[in-house]
């Protein structure tokens, strides 16, 4: 496992954007497919984005695609959600987490975990 930290996030007007940041803290994201999820209130807990660390192969939920942009940063050992054209229901907690499985692993598989940041977009 790898701790996650988060920061980012915030309140923000519809159409406006936000950008998320998750560091790994005593080890790198090397050899590790890392993600974004977000979870609003009631609902389950998504994935919204994906990348494979090591080669960059992203993958996104329909949700979101055109519109967030998952993105890392090897020097800082970081990975970022960079997320524009906001939407009311974009409103969510978000968390990134790391596996060691492929890219288009499902969320059970993720072991690690940052602790959720909130994003909120007021209409």
């Known amino acids: 496992q790898v701790q996650l930290v988060q920061s980012g996030g915030g309140l923000v007007q519809a159409g406006g954007s936000l950008r998320l940041s998750c560091a790994a803290a005593?080890?790198?994201?090397?050899?590790?497919?890392v993600g974004w999820f977000r979870q609003a209130p009631g609902k389950d807990r998504e994935k919204i984005a994906a990348i494979v660390w090591n080669i960059g192969s992203t993958v996104y939920a329909n949700s979101v695609k055109g519109r967030f942009t998952i993105s890392r940063d090897n020097d800082k050992n970081t990975l970022y959600l960079q997320m524009n054209n906001l939407k009311p229901e974009d409103t969510a907690l978000y968390y990134c987490?790391?596996?060691?499985?492929?890219?288009?692993?499902?969320?059970?598989?993720?072991?690690?975990w940052g602790q959720g940041t909130q994003v909120t977009v007021s209409s």
């Open positions: 987490a790391a596996t060691t499985g492929p890219l288009y692993s499902a969320l059970h598989l993720y072991d690690s």
């Open positions: 005593g080890r790198t994201f090397s050899n590790y497919v």
